[in-house]
């Protein structure tokens, strides 16, 4: 059986929202909102060094107790230059919080790619999943746009 979970919808006003059908969550075949929730949707906890004050470091307090640490770290990038640097800080961010699903065996391989585009001032992740069974997913999310 291919990996199943629930729908989530973007509003028109950028949040997302779980989908009703029939009075029952909109069920998906697939690993979108297992992505969203994991790129976009939690925030994993900074590090001392990556973040010195322990009031801004973010992160879930169930984490703390879980071998493996859910969210992305992708929130540190919100002020940078988009440069070479935070453009493969974003992958490895992006990979880190998709790890989970290899970890907890929903799926055989994850792996990253980010690219920026600089007529757009854009980052992107390219996600391709490789499920036990089924063919392979690719997913692409734009991570942000305008920065300068």
């Known amino acids: 059986m291919a990996y199943q979970d629930v729908s989530l919808t973007q509003t028109d006003n950028g949040y997302y929202d779980l989908s009703i059908t029939d009075g029952d969550f909109t069920k998906v075949e697939n690993f979108t909102t297992a992505i969203q929730l994991s790129l976009i949707g939690s925030d994993r906890r900074a590090s001392v060094t990556e973040e010195p004050l322990p009031q801004?470091?973010?992160?879930?307090?169930?984490?703390?107790?879980?071998?493996?640490?859910?969210?992305s770290k992708i929130w540190l990038?919100?002020?940078?230059?988009?440069?070479?640097?935070?453009?493969?800080?974003?992958?490895?961010?992006?990979?880190?919080?998709?790890?989970?699903?290899?970890?907890?065996?929903?799926?055989?391989?994850?792996?990253?790619?980010?690219?920026?585009?600089?007529?757009?001032?854009s980052l992107t992740a390219k996600v391709k999943i490789q499920p036990f069974e089924g063919i392979t997913e690719t997913h692409t999310y734009l991570l942000w746009m305008n920065t300068p």
């Open 77 to 121: 990038l919100t002020q940078a230059r988009l440069t070479n640097e935070t453009v493969n800080r974003a992958r490895t961010y992006c990979q880190q919080a998709l790890d989970w699903l290899v970890s907890y065996g929903y799926a055989h391989a994850v792996s990253v790619t980010t690219e920026r585009d600089l007529k757009y001032n």
């Open 56 to 71: 801004l470091r973010r992160g879930w307090i169930g984490n703390q107790y879980q071998p493996v640490e859910y969210g």
